[in-house]
Structure formats: structure tokens, C-alpha cells
């Protein structure tokens, strides 16, 4: 069900392009979040998995926990995630549990996308389920990791 009166605003999700370049530069895949609510930014963050060797160590669940931080609670009732890339299964895990209110995302995931594209999880009858977005700035995200994994695959 879409909201009516929510319009994904561009700000946040050229912010999330932002970490997802700076992740590149990094060596990480590409991907950015940003966690919103009534216009301010409660938490930032980009895959960090490499620099960390930590499988858990995605852009989502970096700014899910700092918006946790931010606002001293993990109920994040009223937010908003933007993020480049489709989230996976964890990520999506966390969201239902973090009570996410919408999920704005670049590019779909065709491998491991929760949010509706290889599956559906927030179609089960979990208690929480966030409104999705999907290809919001898509050729920004999908520019990004096509020229990441370009550059990968020429290194060998």
C-alpha cells in the first residue's frame, strides 16, 4: 500500500550514493544508507565488510544502528531508509525488526533482493511491514556497481 503523501526526497538518497562512492573508493561494494525521519538524518552508512573481514558489516545495518543510537531506542517507528541497492535477507530481516516505516531503494538486487525481486519477505505475515520504493535514482546505483565490479574484474 503507498502513501499518498510521502514523496522520497532526493537529498537522502544522493547522500546515500555519496557513502556508497566513498565505500567504492574503499574497496567495498558499492552501497549507501541513510536513515530518515522528519527531515534530519538519524544515521549514515556503507558496506564496510572488507576493511572489518565482518559478513554483518552492510550499509543498512550500519545506519539502522546508528539511528538507534541517535534516538536511544530500537523501534524506528516514522523512518525512512534510503539505500542504493535492494536490500538481502539480513538487511530486510533488520528492517521488519527495527519497525521501519518505508524503504527507499536505487536498483533492484536480482540475486538477493528481499524487497520484492529474487523474494518477497515483507509479503509474510511478520508484524511490521515497511511501504517499499524501488528505483529511486536507479541509474545513479546501478552506474556505481557496474563500474565497481568493471574494475574488479579487470584486476582478475
Not at 536505487?106 to 505475515?125: H, I, M, N, Q
Request: hydrophobic share 40%.
Amino acid at each position: 500500500m503507498l502513501e499518498l503523501a510521502f514523496l522520497p526526497e532526493k537529498k537522502y538518497m544522493l547522500r546515500a550514493l555519496e557513502l556508497a562512492q566513498e565505500a567504492a573508493a574503499h574497496g567495498e561494494v558499492p552501497v549507501g544508507a541513510v536513515v530518515e525521519r522528519e527531515g534530519v538524518i538519524l544515521g549514515e552508512g556503507r558496506n564496510r565488510r572488507e576493511a572489518g573481514k565482518n559478513a554483518l558489516a552492510h550499509a543498512e545495518l550500519e545506519a539502522i544502528s546508528q539511528a538507534c543510537q541517535t534516538l536511544g531506542t530500537w523501534r524506528l517507528t516514522g523512518c525512512t531508509l534510503y539505500v542504493t541497492l535492494e536490500p538481502c535477507p539480513m538487511c530486510t530481516g533488520a528492517l521488519i525488526n527495527a519497525h521501519i516505516d518505508r524503504v527507499v531503494y536505487g536498483v533492484d538486487d536480482e540475486k538477493a533482493g528481499c524487497c520484492g525481486t529474487a523474494v518477497d519477505l515483507f509479503s509474510l505475515p511478520y508484524s511490521h511491514r515497511p511501504t517499499v520504493y524501488r528505483g529511486f535514482y536507479e541509474a545513479e546505483s546501478k552506474a556505481l556497481l557496474q563500474a565497481f565490479f568493471q574494475t574488479l574484474r579487470k584486476r582478475g
